[in-house]
């Protein structure tokens, strides 16, 4: 273990944009649990980091505006996308997530096909850059989730299906390019999953379960010198599993 690798100037805003991301992503996954559309988060996520890889093939430079137009405006664009395909095809609308989600990954492996960089920044794009997430990065994500925070908690039952979608692709489009895809969706789905017996404090432990988890990840691939994004994932995981095992149906 190598424990000078616990570096606080590192390790703050990593947690501190895993803390932002679950500001969102916990009471949007309850909903999501709810509807049953588990894999919308990964399928926006997707069309959103599609719009990422598609702007950077245009020659776009990386974190510039361009890019975080495309991938919002591409992420937007399958939220309306999916609010029609619900109300037309209600009945298969799960399959048609997993649908969209297929094409534009493979879409994005298209557009990475002649870069001789493609492979990092697919794998970029998938796990993440956590560690690497500056203070300066968090001030735009931190209004923006402010703005979405109070959006949900004052007008959710007025959001609608499209008012839901399309604040879903916004929230869905500034954590993915912090935390990557995969932590994006275990942060929306492990909490509201391991929680989905709770008839009280259900958000509260929530929150506290995403928390420990990016907390205790983090500890752990800075000792261990693994990759954060995915140690995060199994870590998030595991707590969920404990979590579930001790709770359960009894909370």
């Known amino acids: 273990m190598n424990f000078n690798a616990l570096d606080i100037s590192i390790l703050v805003p990593a947690l501190l944009a895993g803390l932002l991301v679950l500001a969102t992503h916990v009471p949007l996954g309850i909903q999501v649990l709810k509807r049953g559309i588990v894999f919308i988060d990964l399928a926006i996520a997707q069309i959103a980091g599609l719009g990422v890889i598609a702007a950077d093939f245009m020659g776009y430079e990386p974190q510039g505006f361009a890019v975080q137009l495309a991938a919002v405006s591409a992420a937007l664009f399958g939220s309306l996308l999916l609010t029609w395909t619900e109300r037309r095809w209600p009945e298969v609308q799960e399959a048609l997530i997993g649908v969209l989600f297929v094409l534009a990954a493979t879409g994005g492996i298209l557009l990475l096909a002649d870069n001789p960089h493609g492979g990092e920044h697919l794998k970029d794009l998938l796990v993440g850059q956590i560690l690497w997430v500056s203070f300066a990065q968090l001030i735009p994500v931190a209004v923006l989730t402010s703005i979405i925070c109070i959006l949900w908690f004052r007008f959710e039952q007025k959001l609608g299906h499209t008012g839901f979608y399309l604040l879903f692709a916004v929230a869905v489009t500034a954590s993915v390019q912090l935390v990557g895809i995969y932590l994006v969706f275990a942060s929306l789905i492990v909490p509201a999953l391991a929680t989905r017996y709770y008839t009280r404090g259900r958000l509260a432990a929530s929150y ?44």
Do not use: N, R
């Open 208 to 251: 506290g379960l995403g928390a420990a988890g990016y907390a205790i990840g983090l500890v752990i691939s800075a000792l261990l010198d693994l990759p954060s994004g995915a140690v995060l994932v199994w870590a998030l995981a595991a707590l969920g599993i404990l979590f579930y095992a001790f709770k359960g149906k009894h909370a």
